[in-house]
């Protein structure tokens, strides 16, 4: 009994084992209890729950990667969207100063505005066509809305616009609807003046004024602007006349430079 | 020594769910994935022997058995007899640097034998494929992952004893 007690004690490890195995051989034999159903029931949820966890950290990092790419095509979407809507504009502006190509009575140099002028005092926009596309000095520029200068300086490649907003600026200026002819000069805000309209002559808000073509730059009939506003004063001899211009100076990009009168026109 | 029992809890259920939820969809290269649950068994019998390797397989074979839809007891019979085998590696006389892996392949080659055979039974197995398409390879795989595991985690058992 004592040897039978010491080799137990010697071997425990090794009985402990067998005794694991007896057990388990006796857990397979009753392998489908209906008791373990309800334990297996909770353990599989168990681990359900814990992969429906692990599946929703993978979706919510999925969702961040997806709403990272679909900011930044949003962003390149809008960027392409800004370009179209420029593109647009551009069509509809190039579009106006086509039908004033085709419909104009002169030669005319198309050109875009590249610059505007730092000269201290002088107003003026540089344009991208010069004397090799046969641009003189004096020529007059004009683009759809009418008439934006005359061109004051130029090189091989480039030349320079006077615009009207400047103040050495001088244009020869006609009453649409009376034909009374004066000056058109910039009054130093954002309107022109026109001058030496006699008191006596009947004048109305909305008028055209044109060139009056007694000038040896620029052609008669380029629209210069509309009559804004008349200031009559008691002790002046002539009607002070603001004339909204035509052209947004700061909104400028093509133009047009009048070459000459058409064959055609100058026969008529 | 109450403390400890908590905590080995904890780290062998952490495996049994490891195993059930992250390796097989992570780490499955063909059919081949690493045994988490018997790398644990593997460490943990080498740093407290035999008795406490083959309780530790037992109950986590069970476990095991309970959360998947095999054979109850297969897993404990499997697990408990690794246990016992990791166990005997963990004395002084080889208290080397590959005691680990001999002790990996070993216990675990066991396992898979025994495993193996039950599943075979009824079936017609190819006992060859088995053992050199499934077996060795997925012991290699799970040798690598052991030893990746071993040499972070390892001291923490041996700290724990």
């Known amino acids: 009994m004592k040897r039978l007690l010491t080799f137990f004690s010697l071997n425990r490890s090794l009985w402990l084992l067998l005794f694991y195995i007896f057990l388990s051989l006796l857990l397979m034999n009753f392998s489908d209890g209906r008791s373990l159903r309800g334990v297996r029931l909770v353990l599989l949820q168990t681990i359900e729950w814990i992969d429906e966890i692990k599946e929703a950290i993978t979706v919510h990092q999925n969702m961040e990667k997806e709403l990272l790419a679909l900011k930044k095509e949003n962003f390149d979407l809008r960027l392409t ?12 502006r190039l579009r106006k100063l086509l039908e004033l190509k085709t419909s104009s009575p002169y030669h005319l140099v198309a050109a875009r505005v590249i610059g505007k ?3 201290e005092g ?32 130029t090189t091989t490649s480039e030349s320079i616009v006077q615009i009207l907003m400047d103040h050495n600026s001088l244009v020869s200026a006609r009453l649409q609807q009376s034909r009374e002819v004066g000056v058109v000069g910039w009054s130093g805000n954002s309107w022109l003046d026109l001058q030496y309209i006699s008191k006596n002559i009947p004048v109305k808000r909305g008028e055209l004024v044109i060139t009056s073509g007694l000038s040896q730059i620029y052609p008669p009939g380029l629209k210069i602007g509309v009559v804004a506003d008349i200031i009559e004063n008691e002790y002046d001899w002539f009607k002070e006349i603001r004339v909204k211009p035509a052209v947004n100076f700061n909104a400028v990009e093509e133009v047009f430079v009048i070459r000459a009168l058409r064959e055609e026109k100058r026969d008529e | 020594m109450n403390r400890y029992i908590i905590r ?10 490891l195993q059930s939820t992250v390796i097989t969809p992570l780490f499955q290269i063909y059919y081949w994935k690493p045994n988490l649950i018997l790398i644990v068994l593997v460490i943990f019998s080498l740093h407290h022997g035999q008795m406490a390797g083959s309780t530790a397989g037992f109950l986590v074979g069970l476990s095991s058995d309970i959360i998947s839809s095999s054979l109850l007891g297969l897993g404990a019979l499997c697990k408990s007899i ?33 495993m193996l055979f039950f599943n075979s039974l009824g079936r017609d197995m190819s006992w060859k494929v088995m053992i050199f398409v499934y077996m060795i390879p997925n012991l290699f795989y799970t040798a690598i992952v052991g030893t990746i595991i071993y040499y972070f985690v390892g001291r923490w058992f041996h700290h724990h004893e």
């Not at chain 1, 969207?81 to 509809?92: D, F, G, H, P, T």
């Not at chain 1, 344009?127 to 061109?151: C, F, K, Q, T, Y």
């Not at chain 2, 590696?89 to 080659?109: D, K, N, P, T």
């Open chain 1, 117 to 119: 002028g730092t000269e």
């Open chain 2, 8 to 17: 080995y809890f904890f780290v062998f259920l952490g495996a049994l769910l």
């Open chain 2, 82 to 114: 690794t246990g016992y085998i990791a166990g005997s590696f963990g004395s002084e006389l080889v208290r080397e640097r590959y005691q680990f892996i001999v002790a990996l392949f070993v216990a675990g080659g066991v396992h898979d034998i025994i």
């Open chain 1, 122 to 153: 002088i107003r003026t926009l540089i344009l991208n066509v010069g004397e090799d596309d046969s641009v003189r000095i004096n020529m007059a520029v004009v683009n759809a809305d009418g008439l934006v200068g005359r061109i004051i300086s």
């Open chain 1, 81 to 92: 969207n800004i370009k179209l809507r420029e593109v647009l504009i551009e069509n509809a």
